[in-house]
């Protein structure tokens, strides 16, 4: 770990599919590093490229940046604002009455 402690390093373990029944990347931080809204995760290494019908896992380091309050704020804020859209209903036929 740094000496900074809003931006830190973690090993990692992203596991990628391309199949049929599945289309995924998932990272996993070792060690139950919580990720709370506004923190940024940066994943390093060359770019995975996984052909049709593979899965792979892969081991890397990635950089964990803190928000800071505000940002974190913030994004709870715009994410709240987004969550509205999924429930706008329209019971309306697209006709005039």
């Not at 090993?11 to 940024?40: K, M, Q, S, W, Y």
Request: some cysteine; overall charge negative.
């Amino acid at each position: 770990m740094s000496a900074n402690p809003r931006k830190f390093d973690v090993p990692c373990t992203i596991e990628v599919e391309h199949t049929n029944e599945h289309l995924h990347a998932h990272v996993a931080l070792e060690g139950d590093v919580p990720i709370f809204p506004g923190d940024r995760v940066r994943v390093h290494g060359d770019p995975i490229q996984v052909g049709f019908g593979e899965a792979a896992s892969y081991s890397r380091t990635a950089t964990v940046m803190r928000a800071n309050w505000l940002s974190r704020q913030w994004t709870r804020f715009l994410a709240s604002l987004e969550i509205t859209e999924l429930y706008e209903v329209s019971f309306s036929a697209g006709r005039k009455l």
